[in-house]
């Protein structure tokens, strides 16, 4: 029967099982501890050199730099301490630049959250067209900022599309040289930004919308909870992993916000739609050191904001990953 | 050992490999040492169309078949990309091409200074002479860096059929008949002036071309290399343009107004006839061309000096502008000092005017202008008792975007001629 077959157990080498019992439980600890930390070091060994030496050693270099009064040509040779933040913290310009940022960062927070969450809710139903509609939100954030930005940048000159729509329809009074204005440009940039970042918003949504059960739904409707009820108070609270990473991701572009602007404006007009990224690579031309000092500031702006908004908003999320220990 | 370590092994071993390769990738290249009979030149412009890449290369090529064993590597980058990102990068990597592009003023004194340029005063000492004045914006502290091989004038792009018209008989002289011209333009509903201000410099050229008019030869001399800026006529200069910018002789929406990108840029409004003139440099025919219907400079396209200002305290005859010219890596072979020759040689110089792509710096090329816009800036040139650099270009490239910045704050109705020399005067601080 099964107990004449089950042969005990074929040993490979001519060394006897008693031997190797005994000798395995002495080799395990040290052998296969030097083992692991040579496999985590072959595995993680690759990314972190390349980590190291494309992440870590300019960060380290331009914090090096900064301290410097250098044009990018010869040796580092004219220390001036922390002259160059001074400089930066006391140009009205790069002020500026750093509240046109904390606008974005808050604008984009409070009017493309709710807007992508309402649409996802919509997309979320079972209608007629909706894989045509989700496709077409999604078109602007395909697009290349580049020629997104062009784009926007000829319709809404002053002899543009847009004026010529408006006055088209009689509204000729509205039309305006849309982003030559001071006062109203980084209004406009907002919006331009919202197009192109709101499908990006709304894919997120819907795929957080995936993730919350049928079953909630039919239960609170056997309940008798109102359309709203069930949103404010099962969808809403399930979907708030993904509006917090949401919220993250767009602060964090926010902060860093260059291409579209340099496309459309340049940060003009008189700085309207500056941000710290443009302001650094326009005053950062011939003189490294002070570019340097700038990306250092949007640097520990942009760590401080991450962790802070780590720290206490994305702990449930992140929690055993990032954030071990704190509880 | 058993097979799947191997593998395992094997397979960290390639990416490690790949890391490595990646943080070495910069330090391929090289080849421009003479090993045996072969040299290869390496040589970067910024001509990338036709006709000045086109005659580059042939120059290239002729000097490939005349000194065999030579190899020119001749390429032609993007303006500003090869200015702000190529040129700098390959000298302080140490693996710089061996003729290039360098811009005269600021520019040329720093990479001097920091030794990564051959003083050619005495290798080429034959071709500098030939080249006459036109080499002081190279020269740092009596050694010449670079030599020309164009520069020409800044002056005022005009369509003359607007002008036409506009019923504007020739081309106004003095500020005054300019402001004339702008009123009758206004009067067939043409947009006067262009100017690109989105794009900060060309508002700075106004200033520029202010201050020239407002500073006496002498203080503009000292003043700029030295960086002083107290001579009230720096003032005087944002005083000016002021009050020319109370005169809205500039497109609608010109705060926002691109260079030379697209239909709506100040090059644009030019070439579809909507704005009737623009303050630009010698380059100008060129990128207006590029943006009409059939790409041609168009043939309505005119050219004068830009006019006297009327009671400024500066020098009448002296005219602002600005040119191209080719240096040597401190460690090129000699062949690259003929061939830098040849490039600035009578023969080349003819043929580069011949073509239209600029004004010659050989002064012996000028009758082989027959573009009469070129013709023209290089009369102008000429007949000016003194020529300044760009002001910008002059200071060095720390002072363009402060500068330009404070300029365009003018234009924007948010700063003062004061807040002008405070920006000068701040950027000097920090060099």
Redesign the interface.
Known sequence: MTVTQAAPPPVASDTGPAKTQTRAPRRKPGGNNGRKWLEIA??A???L??FI??VIVPVALAAVYSLY?W????PLDRFIGL?NYV?AFSDP?FIKAIGNNATIVIASILVQGPLAIAVALLLNRRMRGRGLIRALIFVPYVLAEVIAG?SW??LL????GINAILEGIGLGHLAK?W????DT?LWVMFGILTWKYLGFAILLMLAGLQGVPEELHEAAAIDGASWWQTQWRITLPLLGPTIRIWIFLSMIGSLQLFDMVWVT??G????ATNTMAVYMI??G???YG?GSAIAVILFVISLIVALVYQRFAMRRDLAGAITSGVR | MNRSRIT??AA?GA??A???G??ACSSDGGGDNDNGDSVTITWWHNATSDPLQGIYEEVAAEFEAENPGVKVEVTGYQNEDLQ?TLI?NA??SGDAPDIFMVWPG??VR??A????LMDLTEVASESIEAMGASVAPWTVEGKVYAIPYAFGAAGIWYNQELFDEAGIEGTPETLSELEDAVAALKAIDVEPIAVG????WPAGHWWYQFAVASCPADVLETAIPEHDFTDPCWIEAGERLQEWIAVEPF????????AQ????SSNGLIANQ?AAMEFMGPWNAGTIGSLTEDGEVPEWLGWFPFPSVDGASGDPGAIMGGGDGFGLSADAPDEAVDLLKYIVSEDVQRRFAESGAGVPTHPAAADALTDPNLQASAAALSEATYVQLWIDSAL???F???LN?AV??IF?G?GTPQDVVTALEQTAA??
């Open positions: 072959l595995f060994g690759p990314a050199l390349v030496s494309f009064n044009n990018g040509l010869g002259d400089r310009l062009l940048k000829l000159s002053p002899r543009g040289p982003l030559a204005d001071p440009a404006t340049k003009g007009p008189v700085g326009q005053y031309q011939g003189q002070y | 395992r092994v960290v990416a490690s790949l890391a490595l990646l943080a702000r700098p000298l302080q600021g520019e720093s990479q200074e920091a030794g990564h201000a989105g794009d900060l497109n609608n929406g010109f705060l926002a107004t691109p990108t697209g239909a709506d909507t060095g490239p720390a363009g975007a402060p910045q365009v704050n924007a948010s920090s060099q």
